[in-house]
């Protein structure tokens, strides 16, 4: 049996997956998972790499236990962030997080080198404060000496790939988040990066999903008991995603659901017009050189925020029992604002936002929750018209994988919100995409079409009927 191996950390949880296939179906595994999330460093919110890399070699002691040691392994992660490593390899600066008010301010910066609709007809990607151009905008105004000492930028999901194999690559769906690949070339933007006077050589030579890098350090398989080839997955975990969307046709729009809800089509051209610019709508990267035509949107980080600042008391179900309860509580909010994006309380948030638009206020948590699951389904069906009317035409239904698709409540929303059938699951999609990518590359899946029906025959897919009702799975 060849085992494959997921290491897919989010913004709030990381896990190793083990993937295979037994009797013609995709099985998988969960073999480690572990919180995730930033603390704060010298003042600004930072990833713990050291302790997540620990993690990583936990994992991998762990399939060694289970007899189930992975003959190929890929990371995932979430985009825009990266690590600097100066000429002997060590980190320079700190590890920021995309959610550090350290970008506040360099939109503007930026803006006075190239406009944003510029930046825009170049890159296909939406304004968003957290991109990396704008990260580093940050250094190069604030720690200048930083990109002096810096001989080497890796992407967060590179920088793993680097601590397992000593090899230093860019991935291309990761790289393409942070608006500095030309959307036409679907390749670094040089023109773009020495106008905004980002040193060249930091960048790395850009590998496609699927790319071998080759086997793991020899200390590092001396140190876990085996040894594995490290296989580039569609490193930005929406990328991942949207490889594992059970469906063949192009007739669907999808939600990649997690901390982040990423809403859009597959498309096999950039639309880099005024139009999509004006509707903030992104280009970012896919396997084979597809393009992910979506936009971001808040997700189910405000509903996780809002049970962090109750010490967690509430079960998931719990909350979904309670939403349920307040179902006609009539206050919404725009889940794409923002001003959610790194409150320092998202429940004050919240309701300072119903106070400013003379909305009536949660005072309970079911309240709380069923505004957020009706305000993020609300947005979903604003953005599937925007979908709708930028590519001139009309989708039958939407597929949700991820997390997020676990949330009947929010699936029955939706279907209604939208008006649209809706197709939940798999749960696991960007470990499954993860795993598939390194099964395409390795000839288990001879077609993206073969991987994708493999996969609806595989995993439990949950239907609902444009009205929200439950019609099958």
Request: hydrophobic share 35%; aromatic share 10%; glycine share 8%.
């Amino acid at each position: 049996m060849t085992y494959y191996g997921a290491l897919d950390f989010g913004a709030s949880s990381g896990r190793m997956m083990l993937g295979w296939i037994e009797d013609g179906k995709f099985q998988l595994q969960e073999v480690h998972r572990f919180e995730n999330g930033m603390v704060k460093k010298d003042g600004e919110l930072c990833w713990e790499f050291d302790r997540i890399f620990r993690e990583v070699k936990i994992a991998l002691k762990k399939c060694k236990e289970i007899g189930k040691m992975p003959s190929y392994v890929g990371v995932d992660t979430w985009g825009v962030d990266f690590v600097l490593l100066d000429k002997d390899d060590n980190v320079v600066g700190n590890t920021v997080g995309y959610r550090d008010h350290r970008t506040d301010g360099m939109d503007d910066e930026v803006y006075k080198i190239i406009s944003l609709e510029d930046l825009y007809a170049r890159t296909g990607i939406q304004k968003a404060i957290f991109n990396t151009i704008y990260q580093l905008m940050a250094v190069k105004t604030k720690h200048p000496e930083y990109l002096e000492k810096a001989e080497t930028l890796l992407y967060v999901p590179d920088y793993f790939h680097f601590l397992l194999t000593g090899q230093k690559v860019n991935e291309y769906t990761e790289a393409t988040t942070g608006q500095l690949i030309n959307a036409a070339s679907c390749e670094y933007d040089w023109e773009l990066i020495d106008r905004l006077g980002y040193p060249r050589r930091i960048f790395q030579k850009l590998v496609m999903p699927g790319t071998k890098l080759g086997h793991i350090r020899p200390e590092l398989a001396e140190e876990i008991g085996y040894d594995f080839e490290v296989v580039v997955p569609c490193t930005h975990d929406t990328g991942s995603a949207v490889l594992s969307v059970p469906a063949n046709d192009d007739d669907f729009v999808y939600i990649s659901s997690g901390t982040w809800s990423l809403m859009g089509v597959e498309r096999k051209t950039a639309d880099t017009s005024a139009k999509s610019c004006a509707l903030n709508f992104t280009n970012e990267g896919g396997y084979d050189h597809r393009f992910r035509y979506l936009k971001n949107i808040m997700g189910l980080w405000m509903i996780n925020s809002a049970r962090h600042e109750v010490n967690d008391k509430y079960s998931f179900p719990q909350i979904v029992e309670m939403a349920e309860a307040e179902k006609d509580f009539p206050s919404r909010v725009d889940a794409n604002d923002e001003r959610f994006l790194s409150p320092d309380s998202m429940i004050g948030e919240i309701r300072k936002a119903c106070e400013e638009s003379g909305q009536k206020v949660p005072e309970n948590f079911g309240q709380l929750a069923t505004l957020i699951y009706t305000s993020l389904a609300e947005c979903y069906a604003k953005t599937e018209r925007e979908l709708e009317e930028a590519n001139g035409r009309s989708y039958s239904r939407i597929h949700i994988v991820g997390g997020g698709c676990n949330v009947d409540y929010l699936n029955r929303l939706t279907a209604k919100a939208t008006g649209k059938e809706v197709h939940a699951g798999p749960n696991e999609g960007t470990a499954i995409g993860n795993i598939t990518a390194q099964m395409l590359a390795t000839g288990v899946f001879h077609s993206v079409e073969e991987a994708r029906e493999n996969i609806h025959e595989s995993f439990g897919i949950k239907v609902y009927s444009s009205d929200g009702e439950l019609i099958s799975g």
